[in-house]
Each structure stands twice: as structure tokens, then as C-alpha cells.
């Protein structure tokens, strides 16, 4: 191995955990945060030069769009997770077979859900109660979006192998990429060209396109150790059972989660083109604050993961122990910036005067904030219990999640409107949260061999 391939790779099963978690969580925030600002830009660019109702139509298929990612992502890092544990027990040959696993996992899932979406996004955008005043757009939109769901997997299959590995970097670049290039063509096709919604989801389809082609690149160059061979596609039946026991219970919980958020969309888009607006408004200042707990999740998981294969149980105990704890500090700040600042925060994002759009999204923001600790405490856990490989109960508890958001789409929101809608997704938190510390604390002397 070159010191180049090296370098590329990083052993997270020597050092300080802190260090390691936090030197690993910070590219991955840094690119999250990239990727919200492009988010946050385009839903200015939108709201600035189109109108809300286009941001409307762009909030109508989100949570579709997020369901089939959510999915695709969490195959992707269930598998990565087995690579993690493989690198950390330094099994080589069967890193190389598990890789060739998820890389045609991920060339299929990608092929059966554009094909679904080709075959169905108009019947799903019914389903999902879109307004007539947006339909078309909306349609529009959703289809190129969600029928590049390949692309999207290709290049999280090759950063969930990088990060695997320990290398949080060389997504960050690019990541950043992709980002500046989206917001470069965003601004290229609607202001400039005024092609309206579709050129926002055109721009996110080109961007994501060039950043998986440099990611193969790269990583063709710098991990031909760790690269599958031909006969690494033979890989035994077992280790597709692992793969596929680890990727499918992660892609669940994940999609899990998702359809409960695409079943109270589907209630909230019959409340208007205003509360859809703000519904999506607010939607994208909770994933930008969010983002370093759900990095330091991610690197939480990766950290035990190593630690896992190489058996060093004291350390997975501190890593997970001290993950959960940053977590739980950053939202307690993110808290009191919903509180106070909320509102100023939505007027700049869409620049809109309108005052129930303000009102409404204001709403969302305080009631979420209002349980960001247990949010907190469950992103960390359900990452950390599926690379601890509990992988029954994360998902357990995201069905949980799901019938409470079914049960208040039907009950809740026909009746206390989006007052009520706003408060069911913090009270899943709640609910699951409590469910997760019960499972752990009962399993911990178990999984953590103490």
C-alpha cells in the first residue's frame, strides 16, 4: 500500500475518540452545511424570482423525493458499516468482496427506483393530495429529481465508502463541488434563463452527475487496495446476508421515517398553498441546524464501527458515550436560536411579506426547538445501535414514528389544522426517544461486552 493509499484511509481504532469523532465530523459538516447553504439558496432563488407557489411545488414532492433517498442512503451506510468493521479487523479480502456487495446493491436499487418513478410519479403526486394550482409544476419538478435517483446513490455509495475508511475529506471536495456548481446553474436557468422549477431540479441533477464522476475518479486512484477484483463478485452467500441485513435495516429505518414524513405532507398539502410554503420553509432551516448532530451521528457510527471489528469495546463505550453528549450541546444551542430568532430567519430565507406564511412557519420552528434534546439523543442512537449491529430495534422504533405520523395525518391535522401538524413530529421524537434509551440500557452490558 502506497502512502498516498495510506493516507486516504484512516484507522479510527487508535487516538483519542473525541478528536478522531470531531476530526471526522467536521468535514462532514462543513459539507453538509454546503449543501444546506445551496438549499437555503435555491429556496431564495426561487421565492425571489418565481413566486411561494413555486416553492409550493417544490415542497409537494420533497418528501417523496427523501424517501427514496433516505432509503438509498441508508443501504448505502448499512453497508459501509460492514466495510468500517472489516477495515477495523484489517480483513482485507472480504473488505474487497463486501465492497463489490454494495456496489451492485447500489447499481440495482438505482435501476428499480428510476424505473418506479417513470412508471408512477404522476399516480403518487395524486396520492399525495398536490394542489391543482401547482400539480404541473410540481410534477415537472419531481420528475427530474427523482428520476436521477441513480445518480444520487452513485455518489453516496462512493462517500459512504470513503467515510468508511475514515476519509471525511475527499467528500467534503466533492461535495463542495456540487454545490457550487447547483448554485451557478440555478442561477443560470432561472434568472438568467427563467426556465423556471425545472431548471432548480435540472441544476441539482448536473451538479450531482459531475460531483459522482469525480468521486469514481478519485477513488479508482487512491483505494485500488481496497477496490473489489473480478473475483470479488462471487462474493459467499454469508456476506450478502450481512450486507443486506445491515443496508436494509438501515435503508428501513431511514425510509421508515420518510414515508411518515411524505404521510403528514400528503395531510398539510390540503391546507393550502400558504402552509405549504411555509411547511417548507421551516422544513429547511430545521435540516440546516441540524446538520452537525446528524454529522457527529454519522462519525459516531463509523468510529464504533472500526472500533467493533477491532474488538476495542472500552473505546466503542467512550466514542458513543461522547458522541451523544456534543450532540446534545449543540442542540440545546439550536434551540434557543429557533426560540428567539425564528422569524427573522424565515423573512430572510424567502423574503416574503406575507404575515400567515410567517406565522405559520414561525409556529414549526418553536414547536420543534421545544424537543430538540430528544431528537438529539435518538439521530445519535439509532446511527450508533446500527453499527453496534442492532439493527432490529433503530428500525422498531422508526415504525413507531411512522404510525404516529399516520395517526395524526387522519386524526390530528383535519382537526387542530397545522397547529397540530406542527407538534406530531416533535412528540415521535419524544416517543421514540424513550423507547431507544429503554432497548439500550437493557442490551448495553451485552453489545458492549461489559
Known amino acids: 500500500m502506497t502512502g498516498r493509499e495510506r493516507q486516504a484511509a484512516v484507522d479510527m481504532t487508535r487516538g483519542s475518540p473525541v478528536k478522531l469523532i470531531l476530526r471526522f465530523t467536521l468535514p462532514l459538516l462543513i459539507g453538509q452545511m454546503m449543501q444546506q447553504i445551496y438549499t437555503l439558496t435555491d429556496t431564495m432563488i426561487t421565492g425571489h424570482f418565481i413566486g411561494d407557489a413555486a416553492i409550493a411545488a417544490i415542497g409537494a414532492s420533497t418528501s417523496l423525493n427523501d424517501l427514496m433517498i433516505n432509503f438509498a442512503n441508508g443501504m448505502c451506510n448499512g453497508c459501509g458499516i460492514i466495510i468500517g468493521q472489516l477495515y477495523g479487523a484489517q480483513k482485507m479480502d472480504k473488505l474487497r468482496r ?146 443486506a441485513a445491515s443496508g436494509l435495516s438501515m435503508g428501513l429505518m431511514n425510509s421508515v421515517y420518510a414515508l411518515g414524513s411524505l404521510t403528514m405532507q400528503r395531510a398539510i398539502n390540503t391546507l393550502g398553498e400558504t402552509v405549504m410554503a411555509a411547511h417548507t420553509s421551516a422544513r429547511r432551516i430545521l435540516s440546516l441546524t441540524g446538520a452537525p448532530m446528524s454529522n457527529l451521528g454519522t462519525a459516531g457510527a463509523v468510529f464504533i464501527s472500526q472500533n467493533c471489528g477491532a474488538q476495542a469495546y472500552d473505546r466503542v463505550k467512550r466514542g458513543l458515550n461522547r458522541t451523544v453528549l456534543m450532540a446534545l450541546i449543540w442542540e440545546a444551542a439550536a434551540m434557543v436560536v429557533m426560540v428567539t430568532l425564528g422569524s427573522e430567519l424565515l423573512r430572510l430565507l424567502i423574503g416574503t411579506s406575507n404575515a400567515e406564511l410567517l406565522r405559520y412557519g414561525t409556529m414549526s420552528l418553536r414547536a420543534s426547538a421545544a424537543l430538540f434534546l430528544p431528537l438529539a439523543y435518538l439521530v445519535t442512537m439509532r446511527q450508533a445501535m446500527q453499527a453496534l449491529g442492532m439493527h432490529v430495534v433503530p428500525v422498531v422504533s422508526s415504525c413507531i414514528e411512522l404510525v404516529m405520523k399516520i395517526a395524526a395525518a387522519f386524526a390530528v391535522v383535519p382537526r387542530f389544522g397545522y397547529a397540530g401538524a406542527c407538534w406530531v413530529e416533535p412528540a415521535t421524537w419524544l416517543a421514540c426517544c424513550v423507547f431507544l434509551m429503554i432497548q439500550y440500557m437493557v442490551k448495553r452490558k451485552e453489545i458492549l461486552h461489559l
Open 98 to 243: 463486501a465492497t463489490a456487495v454494495m456496489l451492485m446493491f447500489g447499481v440495482g436499487l438505482g435501476a428499480l427506483l428510476t424505473l418506479g418513478v417513470m412508471i408512477g410519479i404522476e399516480p403518487l403526486m395524486r396520492l399525495l393530495n398536490t394542489p391543482e394550482s401547482v400539480f404541473d409544476e410540481a410534477m415537472r419538478y419531481a420528475a427530474v429529481v427523482c428520476g436521477g435517483v441513480g445518480v444520487t446513490i452513485l455518489y453516496n455509495m462512493c462517500a459512504s465508502f470513503m467515510r468508511s475508511l475514515g476519509n471525511g475529506r475527499m467528500p467534503l471536495v466533492f461535495l463542495t463541488i456540487s454545490c457550487v456548481l447547483n448554485i451557478a446553474l440555478d442561477t443560470l436557468f432561472v434568472v438568467v434563463l427563467h426556465i423556471g422549477v425545472v431548471g432548480t431540479a435540472l441544476a441539482t441533477l448536473i451538479a450531482q452527475c459531475i460531483s459522482a464522476l469525480l468521486s469514481m475518479a478519485y477513488i479508482a486512484r487512491a483505494f485500488k487496495p481496497f477496490l473489489p477484483r473480478k473475483a470479488d463478485f462471487r462474493a459467499p452467500a454469508g456476506l450478502w446476508t450481512q450486507m
